[in-house]
């Protein structure tokens, strides 16, 4: 049974079965990433910027599926009996801009069935009708979803590598020395929660600065002051806790570079490294490295139960993935944005049926 699902009034048998199937997801497709918990889980799920909207949908048994002793059920692990009920399948689409961004998840032990395409179609449908132009999707490289998405023909824009730091391979006093690097004329600064507010216009403007050159992304990056106190509420609401450093060019008061990390309170043990920018003009003094080295000293404090960092960088982007392996990250795995236009694929599906 497939229909519209709201996570901020769905009751809380839902939001924990949810959160089985995408453990079950993980484990089949990312064994290596940590479980998702469910402190905060539906805010994460429910939480929008400003002019931004969510729309989902969710697909649940209506008997017990692996009761006929299918692999999937047996890979889904004891937590995730898909008894009548069960959430197996669950798509959102975030409308943004002229695109919706998609995710779309089933259940191991239910797929091949036809259940992921059904709930893109719907999706896609509403996305239609909403009068948006494409729909966006991040697909991991070397999991079903790829083979999944290029049979429905959506096509390839864009590839990042997604590379992670163990944190117990980290050199701490190699680090420690990297951390005071950036030169002089230049401070560093820790803020934990975000920009302080003096800082909030300089920091847009050197968000703004990078726009052009470095990679594209389907998250909101926040270029104008009002966007960017936007953004940082939002991931306050969505149990993601923002940890910044920056470096401040002594001169001019201007923020000459910047890093950004999240902790999600849904995977706490494995943050999420956003953006590090070093603006144009102060670049080749050590900034980026250095604020990078402080970030991971300060969370080390702040963040006990912190186990690995996680980026993701275009693959030309040399300079970043240099710094990256100095620091200790490893390449992981593609992490691959792609897209189609809604129209054609609407009409195309619908033909098929
Ligand atoms: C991608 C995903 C949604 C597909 O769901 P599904 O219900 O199995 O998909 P469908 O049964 O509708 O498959 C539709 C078509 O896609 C293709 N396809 C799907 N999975 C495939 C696979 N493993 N190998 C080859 N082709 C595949 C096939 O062409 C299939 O049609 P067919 O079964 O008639 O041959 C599912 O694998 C999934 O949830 N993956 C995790 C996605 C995710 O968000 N990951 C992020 C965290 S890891």
């Not at 049974?1 to 996570?7: A, H, I, L, Q």
């Not at 290596?32 to 649940?60: C, F, H, K, N, T």
């Not at 008061?253 to 706490?268: F, K, N, R």
């Not at 710094?323 to 694929?345: I, K, Q, T």
Request: glycine share 8%; aromatic share 6%.
């Amino acid at each position: 049974m497939v229909r519209e699902w709201d996570p901020r009034t769905a009751s809380p048998a839902e939001i924990a079965s949810l959160l089985d199937t995408l453990n079950a997801v993980l484990a089949a497709d990312l064994p290596l990433d940590p479980p998702w918990r469910e402190s905060s889980l539906r805010e994460y799920l429910s939480e929008v910027m400003p002019g931004e909207r969510r729309i989902s949908w969710v697909a649940q048994a209506e008997r017990a599926a692996g009761a006929d002793g299918a692999d999937g059920a047996a890979q889904a692990g004891p937590g995730a009996q898909m008894g009548p009920g069960a959430i197996v399948g669950h798509v959102q689409v975030l409308l943004l801009g002229d695109i919706g961004v998609l995710e779309v998840l089933v259940h191991p032990a239910a797929r091949r069935t036809g259940l992921g395409r059904e709930l893109l179609l719907l999706a896609a449908r509403r996305v239609y009708q909403e009068g948006f132009r494409s729909i966006g999707v991040e697909v991991v490289g070397d999991t079903p979803a790829v083979a999944f998405y290029e049979a429905l023909r959506f096509s390839r824009e864009y590839v990042e590598t997604r590379s992670v730091l163990d944190l117990t391979t980290v050199d701490w006093s190699a680090l420690t020395e990297m951390a005071t690097d950036a030169g002089p004329g230049y401070r560093v600064e820790f803020c934990p929660g975000g920009p302080p507010d003096e800082l909030i216009e300089a920091y847009a403007r050197a968000k703004a600065e990078s726009r052009d050159t470095d990679d594209v992304e389907l998250r909101p990056s926040s270029y104008d002051p009002q966007r960017l106190r936007d953004s940082l509420d939002t991931l306050h609401r969505r149990g993601m806790k923002p940890y910044i450093v920056l470096a401040i060019h002594d001169g001019t008061g201007e923020v000459a570079g910047l890093t950004e990390v999240v902790v999600p309170a849904q995977h706490p043990t494995r943050a999420d490294q956003y953006d590090t920018i070093v603006a144009q003009a102060h670049r080749g003094h050590g900034i980026d490295r250095a604020i990078k080295a402080r970030m991971l000293l300060e969370l080390r404090s702040a963040e006990p139960e912190l186990a690995e960092v996680q980026t993701w960088n275009a693959q030309a982007n040399e300079a970043m993935l240099k710094v990256n392996a100095e620091l200790g990250y490893r390449p992981d795995r593609e992490w691959c944005e792609y897209s189609v236009d809604v129209a054609e694929l609407v009409h195309r599906l619908d033909a098929a049926r």
